[in-house]
């Protein structure tokens, strides 16, 4: 495995490309296409008559469902490949290898433990028995792993495949019980250098979009016209 001082450089790698994919998020979002997916009938039942309480809270949902994913893409996953020494799986749904003169191991690198409904966990399985099928002319053995990078689960088998939780997915890849702990340590004040900037992005989008709302959905007066925001989101095409 890597040295402490290569994985600390790698992680302050992977949060800077972290938050440079947040800002980007919130430069790209257009309030309109925003306003569609969210439920006017909530924000009036919650009683809220301020458009830039709107717009807050809209970003700050919009930006809670993201991150998850950004996180998962940019920091999870490239941290789980570069501390296992495995190298980049071609095959759809299996991200990395790890291949030994005895062993294939496949592993799918997944955030927390509740990403996958019954669909798309039967076309997880699909894709590991695609490979396992391609490699039985290795004669080795194969271990196809689901690993979950944060939250407990038991360790357990569902068909062949094993499934890994937190402290036991980064031992796996790792050899060491104490990774889990050290990828949070290693951060150290990384994640503070960037806040100014994020804040004042957000900061940004949030004058922008109020700006916009009020234009387009507040009357003369400046109330919140719930008629014509209503209308926008739910009213029919015609």
Known sequence: MSSPDEIEAKISELLDNYYM???????????????KRKNPYLYRANGVEDASEIIEQLL?????????????????????????GGSVSA?????IIIE????YKAIAVKSGTSVFNSDSLKRQQQNFESLGARIQKLHKHYDPIIGYCYGKKKPRKLSQIRKL??????????????FYLKIIRLMKNKPQEHIPLYKKSLGAAINRFTKEFVEKFCDENGCINWDKLLAFNSGNEN
């Open 21 to 35: 994919r947040r800002m980007a998020k919130i430069n790209d979002l257009k309030l309109i296409e925003a306003l």
């Open 60 to 84: 700050a949902a919009y930006m809670s469902s993201s991150d998850e994913g950004i996180f998962g893409d940019a920091f999870f996953e490239p941290l789980a490949k570069f501390v296992s």
């Open 91 to 95: 095959t759809e749904g299996v991200d």
């Open 100 to 103: 030994t003169s005895t062993t």
């Open 165 to 178: 939780a937190g402290q036991d997915f980064w031992m796996e890849i790792t050899g060491d019980s104490e």
